[in-house]
């Protein structure tokens, strides 16, 4: 879009000449995220306090520019990408853990602190923060909360927004506001905190979190359990539930998973040969419960038909464990160019369910889908493979993508579990949305930002 006369100079004035950019450098790499396919914004700003990023949002809300908020840039739905040109506001210097408050079970940090570091700055005081998204290396705070992020411990410690307590957030007008509190309880007046968690960045920028903790558990137990079906691997679930355990971590990988993972490995083997699915449980709590929980664990499996049960001895058969999963990423760039990576859900007592649909969608298409993910909470990232120079195959693998999005709706699930609408899963939203759902939600975005500059073109269709 074409800028304002003294627009960029006006910027200048309120962050510093430093703290934007224009060059074409700067401007690709902060207009891309996961997904690797940028959009250019107009400029790049990066603003340091709470007062520049409320000057900035004022002064592109009184202009009608487009605004769009980056963290960490680990999304793979789109959610930070400029589609519509026009501001890129960077939080990369809000990166400070303010408080860290033992008696209350609490952290004050800003947006940009990355998720891991977080999580080891408190387990120092022998704290523990629990959400762990697969990026927690790279992706910043702020970045999980837009999302609701998950991960592997959201089975028995919840998401991202049962962690949140209270937020600083810029409006797209250019208020400042505060929701929440530091306390646990509060029925004062609408829940903006859990409305901003998981809003995508639609609806405000979050420049401060209070984030609640929990104690640090003492002990914990990793175990591996091989099945020789996928859907042997996911009916151990029904099985744990049964038996009324509830491990912190549940991790389901398919064998098309395993194969990718030896192929990237020049043939290492991470699990028997044979295995066509694959559960990484951890338990965690005191001792003495973790040492019961764990042999719970191990008879529930052997019930759903396990060949094979491992419980990690060391820190080192730990690591072993989880390498099949750590190397899922870097493994499935072997099989194609282009992944379709989609984080469906489905009600958990369906996964078994939900790997029929896969396997059918596999041999209808002639497309190799491997999929793995979080069986305890029934989210499985399901990645369609292909070849990006070969049309045909991409146009098979769009239409077996809607069709997978239409059988998880169809089996009470839901499109996305953790990434995000975003603008790729856009034309897909009224599949789980009514008309009347997606227009009360307009409703609600027009009120917190009237001129629609916030992250234009994501999550609803306009």
Same mark, same amino acid.
């Given at each position: 879009?074409?800028?304002?006369?003294?627009?960029?100079?006006d910027?200048?004035? !309120?962050?510093?000449?430093a703290?934007?950019?224009q060059?074409?450098a700067?401007?690709?790499t902060?207009?891309?995220?996961?997904l690797k396919?940028?959009r250019?914004?107009?400029v790049?700003?990066?603003?340091?306090t709470?007062?520049?990023? *409320?000057?900035? *949002?004022?002064?592109?809300?009184?202009?009608r520019v487009?605004?769009?908020?980056?963290?960490?840039?680990?999304?793979?739905?789109?959610g930070? &990408?400029?589609?519509r040109g026009? !501001?890129?506001?960077?939080?990369?210097r809000f990166?400070?853990?303010?408080?860290?408050d033992?008696?209350?079970?609490?952290?004050v940090?800003?947006?940009n602190?990355v998720t891991?570091?977080?999580?080891?700055?408190?387990?120092?005081?022998?704290?523990?923060?629990?959400?762990?998204?697969?990026?927690?290396?790279?992706?910043?705070?702020?970045?999980?909360?837009a999302e609701c992020?998950?991960?592997?411990?959201?089975? %028995?410690?919840?998401t991202?927004r049962?962690?949140v307590?209270?937020?600083?957030?810029?409006?797209?007008?250019?208020?400042?506001? /505060?929701t929440?509190?530091k306390?646990v309880?509060?029925? &004062?007046?609408?829940?903006l905190?859990?409305?901003?968690?998981?809003?995508?960045g639609?609806l405000?920028?979050i420049?401060?979190?209070?984030? /609640?903790?929990?104690p640090?558990?003492?002990?914990?137990?990793?175990l591996?359990?091989?099945?020789?079906?996928?859907?042997?691997?996911?009916?151990?679930?029904d099985?744990?539930?049964?038996?009324?355990v509830?491990?912190? $971590?549940?991790?389901?990988?398919?064998?098309e998973?395993?194969?990718? &993972?030896?192929q990237y490995?020049?043939?290492?083997?991470? *699990?028997?040969?044979?295995?066509?699915?694959?559960?990484?449980?951890?338990v965690?709590g005191?001792?003495?419960?973790?040492?019961?929980e764990?042999?719970l664990v191990?008879?529930?499996?052997?019930?759903?038909?396990?060949?094979?049960?491992?419980?990690?001895?060391d820190? @080192?058969?730990r690591?072993?464990?989880?390498?099949v999963?750590?190397?899922l990423?870097?493994?499935l760039? $072997?099989?194609?160019?282009? %992944?379709?990576?989609q984080?469906?859900? !489905?009600? /958990?007592?369906?996964?078994?369910?939900?790997?029929?649909?896969?396997?059918?969608?596999?041999?209808?298409?002639?497309?190799?889908?491997?999929?793995f993910g979080?069986?305890?909470?029934?989210n499985?990232?399901?990645?369609?493979? !292909?070849?990006a120079?070969?049309?045909?195959?991409v146009?098979?693998?769009?239409? @077996?993508?809607?069709?997978?999005?239409?059988?998880?709706?169809a089996?009470?699930?839901?499109?996305?579990g953790?990434?995000g609408?975003?603008?790729?899963k856009?034309?897909f939203?009224?599949?789980?949305l009514s008309?009347e759902?997606?227009?009360?939600?307009?409703?609600? %975005?027009?009120?917190?930002?009237?001129?629609?500059?916030l992250?234009?073109? %994501?999550v609803?269709?306009?």
């Amino acid at each position: 879009m074409t800028l304002p006369a003294t627009f960029v100079s006006d910027l200048e004035q !309120v962050v510093g000449a430093a703290s934007v950019r224009q060059d074409e450098a700067a401007r690709t790499t902060y207009g891309q995220d996961g997904l690797k396919a940028p959009r250019l914004p107009d400029v790049v700003v990066m603003p340091g306090t709470t007062t520049e990023v *409320a000057a900035v *949002a004022e002064m592109c809300d009184r202009s009608r520019v487009p605004l769009y908020v980056r963290g960490g840039g680990t999304g793979y739905s789109g959610g930070a &990408v400029p589609v519509r040109g026009g !501001v890129l506001l960077s939080m990369e210097r809000f990166n400070r853990i303010l408080e860290i408050d033992e008696r209350n079970l609490l952290v004050v940090t800003e947006p940009n602190v990355v998720t891991a570091r977080l999580q080891a700055a408190v387990e120092q005081v022998g704290l523990f923060y629990p959400p762990d998204p697969a990026s927690l290396e790279e992706s910043a705070i702020g970045g999980n909360i837009a999302e609701c992020a998950g991960g592997p411990r959201a089975f %028995k410690y919840g998401t991202t927004r049962r962690y949140v307590l209270g937020l600083e957030v810029v409006l797209p007008t250019g208020e400042v506001i /505060r929701t929440g509190s530091k306390a646990v309880k509060s029925v &004062v007046g609408y829940d903006l905190t859990q409305l901003l968690v998981g809003s995508e960045g639609t609806l405000g920028i979050i420049t401060q979190a209070v984030l /609640r903790l929990v104690p640090k558990p003492p002990a914990r137990a990793t175990l591996r359990a091989t099945f020789d079906s996928i859907e042997a691997a996911a009916g151990a679930v029904d099985e744990l539930i049964r038996a009324r355990v509830v491990p912190a $971590t549940l991790e389901l990988v398919d064998g098309e998973c395993l194969a990718a &993972v030896r192929q990237y490995l020049g043939g290492e083997e991470l *699990a028997p040969a044979g295995t066509a699915g694959l559960l990484i449980l951890e338990v965690d709590g005191l001792a003495h419960e973790v040492a019961a929980e764990a042999g719970l664990v191990e008879q529930a499996c052997r019930a759903a038909g396990a060949t094979e049960v491992l419980r990690a001895a060391d820190d @080192a058969e730990r690591e072993a464990i989880w390498r099949v999963r750590r190397e899922l990423s870097p493994a499935l760039k $072997t099989i194609a160019s282009l %992944k379709l990576n989609q984080d469906v859900v !489905v009600p /958990r007592g369906r996964v078994p369910d939900l790997f029929r649909l896969i396997a059918d969608l596999a041999r209808e298409f002639g497309l190799r889908i491997p999929s793995f993910g979080h069986a305890g909470d029934g989210n499985i990232h399901v990645n369609i493979m !292909v070849d990006a120079s070969d049309a045909a195959a991409v146009e098979r693998a769009r239409r @077996a993508q809607r069709l997978l999005f239409e059988g998880v709706v169809a089996r009470e699930g839901s499109i996305s579990g953790e990434h995000g609408i975003g603008y790729t899963k856009l034309p897909f939203i009224s599949l789980e949305l009514s008309p009347e759902v997606i227009a009360l939600s307009k409703r609600i %975005k027009q009120a917190f930002d009237p001129h629609a500059i916030l992250n234009p073109g %994501k999550v609803f269709p306009e």
